[in-house]
């Protein structure tokens, strides 16, 4: 199987797609660019109903299986689990989200409240295992898991289709790495069609298992101590992994005060709310800024479900 995805899944994703996903904005601001020493496009996945880009995906994922099942389930501390509950609403599909017992307690009510059953999970236990056991167990919904789908990453090629439309023409593109699914699907539309630019990885120093994984070339279990839940990735899917691994230029790790920091300054200079995972590109930025001084360099701030228990760090 080819590990990157063709033009045509991306494009093919993109029909599926509820239109309230698609065509975010991008925003250039100068005061950015001055405190990064380099040209900053900002890809805004936050303007849509649930607050991230990962209806893109499961939007796509969703569409996919056929026949249309009653139910599914997956795991998710919260983004992926509001694009999955969004996604099988529309279609009339039931959807259970197998959640970490300290998950931000507004995803875990916007996931209710868009008709998910969400079942929380004692802290040390995998969500995944919990909810893949759960599929089992009730004679065999589809488990969703985020990483394992072509379809979840095409989704998410989308941003980058919209990117080159738009004429954007960045040297370097930071793409924050989670489950993986976000930088596979944006490196297969940017190799295809823009080949000189760099595609650079963004993981939290304290979720190490995916960048150490790229490293080992085998999936390796890491324990995740990092206020940004969609990077907290203590066990890579394998199939992602190969993904990441073909798609990434280099991975670069960033600590969590790099995280505030650049939560910080995106409100301070761009008015943009982004929670710690959707402000991985610019902390690289901030953290590594020496080898970016000049460039043209795009980020995309993936989300901006923020828990309200992180608000005064900001303020501090």
């Known amino acids: 199987m080819t590990l990157l995805l063709t033009t045509g899944e991306i494009e093919t994703a993109r029909v599926a797609i509820d239109p309230v996903f698609l065509d975010s904005p991008l925003l250039r601001h100068t005061g950015l660019d001055r405190a990064l020493g380099c040209t900053v496009s900002l890809k805004i996945e936050t303007l849509n109903p649930i ?9 796509a994922v969703l569409a996919s299986l056929l026949p249309r099942p009653a139910a599914v389930v997956t795991a998710s501390s919260g983004n992926f689990g509001q694009g999955i509950a969004w996604a099988a609403r529309r279609r009339g599909v039931a959807a259970t989200v197998f959640a970490p017992a300290d998950t931000n307690p ?30 089992a167990a009730a004679g065999a919904p589809p488990f969703i898991e985020d990483g394992a789908h072509r379809e979840i990453a095409a989704g998410a090629g989308t941003i980058a289709q919209e990117m080159t439309a738009a004429g954007l023409s960045s040297d370097v593109v930071l793409v924050q790495i989670g489950d993986g699914a976000l930088i596979t699907g944006i490196a297969s539309w940017l190799r295809a069609t823009s080949p000189r630019t760099r595609v ?19 999936p390796l279990e890491r324990p995740a101590h990092t206020m940004a839940d969609g990077m907290s990735i203590t066990r890579p899917v394998p199939g992602a992994l190969e993904g990441v691994t073909a798609a990434v230029d280099e991975i670069l790790e960033v600590e969590e005060d790099s995280l505030l920091a650049a939560m910080r300054l995106l409100i301070e200079q761009a008015g943009v709310l982004a929670e710690p995972s959707g402000a991985a590109g610019i902390a690289a ?32």
């Open 51 to 59: 607050r991230s880009f990962k209806g893109r995906g499961t939007e």
């Open 106 to 135: 507004l995803k875990a009510e916007a996931m209710r409240r868009l008709g998910a059953d969400v079942r929380l999970v004692e802290r040390g236990v995998d969500e995944s295992d919990v909810a893949r056991a759960a599929s």
């Open 285 to 316: 930025l901030l953290e590594h800024g020496s080898r970016f001084r000049g460039a043209a360099v795009a980020a995309i701030i993936t989300g901006s479900n923020l828990d309200p228990r992180l608000l005064p760090r900001l303020t501090t």
């Open 200 to 218: 650079v990885g963004v993981t939290a120093r304290n979720a190490p298992a995916m960048a150490q994984s790229v490293v080992a070339g085998r």
